[in-house]
């Protein structure tokens, strides 16, 4: 079973700053998800990457296959991305769902 | 487009009572899969489904039941619900397992 971990826990800032969320695995994979969950409960994806970079908008999203590893990036942060970031892989072939992390809980202060 | 439809949004249940929670998609989506939200835990795979007449367990599946009749129905069946069912249950939708997810808004079931 891969093991997800994230980084940090929580994190608190202030508006504009740049974010940075960690997201390492124990096991190779396939492809590996952000997802963003507000205090409503509502889940959405972010991303899906298997390699590289992505963006969309003020959120970067990269990957380090050899290094097991993901980063996820707020640039120019808003009180409207607090969030929990929650990082999620596809480990092998199989499809048998996502490993998730336990999330980042990211709190932005105007 | 509704994307994942969950019913009911909450519920509440007695120990042994059974019940069904729903998810629909309109999205054409192979792919559906349950999972439950636990505080300090992150998401688990309850059950899953590649396509309609087919099912089969995740991590957590016990006390848990799944049909796929059609593509864009899966509902979770709790047989005899207990406290320890307390969560919050999330279903998902993708094109195909290794494709980007939709979820629903989710289920907070109380089993007292």
């Known amino acids: 079973k891969n093991e997800v971990e994230q980084s940090p826990q929580n994190l608190t800032a202030q508006e504009g700053e740049f974010i940075t969320i960690n997201c390492s695995y124990s096991v190779g994979i396939s492809a590996l998800h952000w997802l963003q969950q507000h205090p409503g409960g509502g889940i959405v994806s972010l991303f899906m990457l298997s390699s590289g970079k992505k963006k969309h908008g003020r959120l970067i999203a990269t990957i380090n296959i050899q290094e097991k590893h993901s980063s996820l990036h707020i640039t120019a942060s808003h009180p409207r991305d607090s969030a929990v970031y929650i990082c999620?892989?596809?480990?092998?072939?199989?499809?048998?769902?996502?490993?998730f992390g336990k999330g980042t809980h990211l709190i932005i202060q105007p | 487009n509704a994307g994942v439809t969950q019913t009911p949004k909450f519920q509440v249940l007695k120990t042994g009572q059974s019940m069904t929670l729903q998810c629909a998609q309109d999205m054409n989506h192979e792919y559906m899969s349950w999972y439950r939200q636990d505080p300090g835990m992150g998401l688990r795979l309850i059950h899953y489904s590649v396509g309609a007449g087919i099912t089969d367990q995740g991590e957590v599946p016990n006390g848990y039941n799944v049909s796929r009749s059609t593509t864009e129905d899966f509902p979770l069946r709790l047989l005899s619900a207990a406290p320890s069912q307390t969560s919050v249950y999330f279903c998902?939708?993708?094109?195909?397992?290794?494709?980007?997810?939709?979820f629903g808004s989710g289920t907070r079931l109380t089993v007292v």
């Open positions: 999620a892989v596809h480990s092998g072939g199989g499809a048998d769902g996502l490993t």
């Open positions: 998902a939708s993708a094109r195909t397992f290794n494709y980007g997810y939709t």
